[in-house]
């Protein structure tokens, strides 16, 4: 019962294309008592406002969300969103550092960067030279020598001399 409903309104959401209507509908699902209905109603609405092109999907959660919402949303974004949607990779890099759930940030910032490599891999090698520091750093370093190796090797094996963990670094370059 509570998934048909939770199909329902995630239906719901998505027939409401225009921005004013999603956010009466977000106040609707805030009324809810957490769980999966408001969360698929809450990520739909995410989704479908992203999609009409009201904005950038990070512009969309910063302005109607909740911290705790962002911060459940974070990666649910990035997995469902077609990376164009997300805004400027900087921002939303920085924006998923900041706002997704800490069990589930290096999990998100590799998938994110996986993505972004694909499109950009000169700018997601900029950005990572300022990231060092992060917890997640090598598990996104090791995603991103994965999708370096085949379009240039030398700076795929630079990179992996970057991670810090000595057996991770030497199986990554093995």
């Known amino acids: 019962m509570r998934q048909g409903r939770a199909i329902g309104l995630h239906r719901i959401a998505i027939a409401y294309a225009d921005q004013d209507r999603l956010l009466e509908l977000k106040d609707n699902f805030n009324d809810l008592e957490d769980g999966p209905i408001r969360r698929e109603g809450m990520q739909a609405l995410a989704t479908v406002m992203a999609l009409a092109g009201k904005a950038d999907a990070i512009s969309i959660l910063e302005n109607n969300f909740s911290e705790k919402e962002r911060a459940h949303f974070?990666?649910?974004?990035?997995?469902?969103?077609?990376?164009?949607?997300?805004?400027?990779?900087?921002?939303?890099?920085?924006?998923?550092?900041?706002?997704?759930?800490?069990?589930?940030?290096?999990?998100?910032?590799?998938?994110?960067?996986s993505n972004w490599t694909q499109h950009d891999f000169n700018g997601v090698s900029q950005w990572l030279n300022d990231q060092q520091d992060q917890p997640w750093y090598d598990d996104v370093v090791v995603e991103f020598v994965k999708r370096a190796i085949p379009a240039d090797p030398q700076s795929g094996i630079d990179w992996a001399a970057t991670i810090s963990d000595d057996a991770l670094r030497q199986q990554v370059l093995q």
Not at 77 to 86: A, C, G, N
Request: without cysteine; glycine residues 8%; proline residues 5%.
């Open 74 to 113: 974070a990666g649910l974004v990035v997995k469902s969103l077609p990376f164009h949607m997300m805004g400027d990779p900087g921002r939303v890099a920085t924006w998923l550092n900041e706002n997704s759930e800490i069990a589930d940030r290096s999990e998100t910032m590799v998938h994110f960067v």
